[in-house]
């Protein structure tokens, strides 16, 4: 039972006033255009937000075919790597061992590379001797150039979100941090060639909101 976290808490100061996360991107709100492209290879949807945003996510996501659940930020200025390990942490919660953590400003996703991600942390670990009965990998991670898409990858939620509270308490910030604690599998250029690579492509200012949009038909 695959699981997805989308990441909607931030601030946004780059895109302006008005919340990205709900924001009309040619005639659907950004979230739902993220939520319809995972809804073929995940089978619930945890959104991360703050609060004061629940109301017009729930709303944006009405009628949406899986199960959607919430996982509020108790402070919501804690950064992105917080945000991770709160929509982990619910999770958890649900029969899903493994989640994909997106950014909520991704309306290009690529479902096939998802599932591709999913397949690959569930590949056989190439670490010797390891604890888990399963042989899987804490976490599959895209790796298109030198950067890791660490808002854009697989993790099993408990040693994802363990790792999160270890770094955060540590005063880490940096969401590559809790990743180097985990036993993952880099996906890297070769393997992604199949794959659209716009899925990797953020909306973070009005100019690229405008451009998604024109893309998309609006």
Same mark, same amino acid.
């Given at each position: 039972?695959?699981?997805?976290?989308? /990441?909607?808490?931030?601030?946004?100061?780059?895109?302006?006033?008005?919340?990205?996360?709900?924001?009309? /991107?040619?005639?659907?709100?950004?979230?739902?255009?993220?939520? &319809?492209? =995972?809804?073929?290879?995940?089978?619930?949807?945890?959104?991360?937000?703050?609060?004061?945003? *629940?109301?017009?996510?729930? &709303?944006? /996501?009405?009628?949406?075919? *899986?199960?959607?659940?919430?996982?509020?930020?108790?402070?919501?200025?804690?950064?992105?790597?917080?945000?991770?390990?709160?929509? /982990?942490?619910?999770?958890?919660?649900?029969? @899903?061992?493994?989640?994909?953590?997106?950014?909520?400003?991704?309306?290009?996703?690529?479902?096939?590379?998802?599932?591709?991600?999913? %397949?690959?942390?569930?590949?056989? @670990?190439?670490?010797?001797?390891?604890? #888990?009965?399963?042989?899987?990998?804490?976490?599959?991670?895209?790796?298109?150039?030198?950067?890791?898409?660490?808002?854009?990858? !697989?993790? *099993?939620?408990?040693?994802?979100? #363990?790792?999160?509270?270890?770094? =955060?308490?540590?005063?880490?910030?940096?969401?590559?941090?809790?990743?180097? %604690?985990? &036993?993952? !599998?880099? !996906?890297?250029? %070769?393997?992604? #060639?199949?794959?659209?690579?716009?899925?990797?492509? @953020?909306?973070?200012?009005?100019?690229?909101?405008?451009?998604?949009?024109?893309?998309?038909?609006?």
């Amino acid at each position: 039972m695959p699981a997805a976290v989308v /990441l909607a808490g931030g601030r946004s100061t780059r895109f302006g006033e008005e919340d990205k996360a709900v924001a009309d /991107l040619a005639g659907v709100p950004m979230i739902r255009r993220v939520a &319809d492209r =995972l809804s073929s290879v995940v089978d619930v949807l945890v959104v991360n937000c703050r609060a004061d945003q *629940r109301a017009a996510i729930a &709303d944006a /996501l009405s009628g949406y075919d *899986r199960p959607v659940r919430f996982a509020i930020d108790a402070d919501p200025d804690e950064g992105p790597m917080a945000g991770i390990r709160t929509g /982990l942490r619910e999770v958890e919660a649900t029969d @899903s061992e493994y989640a994909f953590v997106a950014a909520c400003d991704m309306p290009f996703l690529d479902a096939d590379l998802v599932a591709h991600l999913f %397949e690959s942390a569930r590949s056989p @670990s190439e670490v010797a001797g390891t604890d #888990d009965a399963t042989g899987a990998y804490d976490a599959a991670v895209p790796r298109p150039t030198e950067w890791f898409e660490t808002t854009h990858a !697989v993790y *099993r939620a408990g040693p994802m979100a #363990d790792a999160c509270d270890g770094a =955060l308490a540590a005063g880490e910030r940096k969401i590559i941090a809790p990743l180097f %604690e985990l &036993d993952f !599998v880099a !996906v890297g250029e %070769e393997d992604l #060639d199949e794959f659209d690579t716009d899925s990797f492509e @953020s909306v973070d200012t009005p100019e690229e909101f405008a451009a998604a949009e024109e893309r998309l038909g609006g």
